[in-house]
């Protein structure tokens, strides 16, 4: 609830640089509820009352389940059905936007930094061709050895390869000085 102070101050800033003409977001996979809450946030923004509607035009609620259960019981007033308080609301949406921009959830079109990262996968058919190479370059096939690409067997391969370098890790740990001195250390404690 605090967070809306701070936010305040440079709401005008946001809802600008959030406007289409500036800044295009777009969603890296199925889950586009927080642009959808943003577009909900857009369109009430002139609105200067406590609350706003929860639904949208066409009736349908706003989805606010990607939000905390303490952001909900922020937003959502009791005492006010089919209601968001609206600075709560403004302040839950641009703090998802942010997280969701950190973690490439959502997307800025022509941005480096905030790229959509699925648009840099290889295509399967590039992938399907060199992937032979690669699985012998990084030991998990032999040179000459050709086979469809199976997951659950690439996966136990990787596991297998995890716990082959955990075991050698605990057999050298006795004859590992750097390890010795952290335990002569940590007993003196």
């Known amino acids: 609830m605090l967070?809306?102070?701070?936010?305040?101050?440079?709401?005008?800033?946001m809802f600008d640089l959030a406007d289409n003409d500036k800044l295009k977001f777009t969603a890296t996979s199925e889950d586009?509820?927080?642009?959808d809450a943003l577009a909900h946030a857009q369109r009430h923004e002139t609105a200067r009352g406590e609350y706003i509607t929860a639904f949208k035009e066409e009736g349908k609620e706003v989805d606010i389940s990607f939000a905390?259960?303490?952001?909900?019981?922020?937003?959502?007033?009791?005492?006010?059905?089919?209601?968001?308080?609206?600075?709560?609301?403004?302040?839950?949406?641009?703090?998802?936007l942010a997280e969701e921009l950190r973690t490439g959830d959502v997307a800025v079109v022509g941005s480096e930094e905030y790229a959509d990262?699925?648009?840099?996968?290889?295509?399967?058919?590039?992938?399907?061709?060199?992937l032979g190479s690669y699985l012998v370059?990084?030991?998990?096939?032999?040179?000459?050895?050709?086979?469809?690409f199976d997951a659950t067997f690439f996966r136990r391969q990787l596991e297998d390869k995890l716990r082959g370098a955990v075991?050698?890790?605990?057999?050298?740990?006795?004859?590992?000085?750097?390890w010795s001195s952290i335990r002569r250390r940590a007993s003196r404690r």
């Open 32 to 35: 586009s509820r927080v642009l």
């Open 68 to 96: 905390t259960q303490n952001w909900r019981k922020a937003v959502l007033d009791k005492t006010r059905s089919g209601q968001f308080v609206r600075k709560h609301f403004e302040a839950m949406v641009f703090t998802a």
């Open 167 to 178: 075991a050698a890790a605990d057999a050298g740990y006795p004859e590992n000085r750097a």
């Open 117 to 130: 990262w699925s648009e840099q996968l290889l295509a399967w058919e590039v992938v399907q061709e060199t």
């Open 137 to 148: 370059e990084v030991g998990l096939c032999e040179a000459g050895e050709s086979a469809e």
């Open 3 to 13: 967070l809306y102070g701070q936010i305040g101050r440079d709401r005008a800033v």
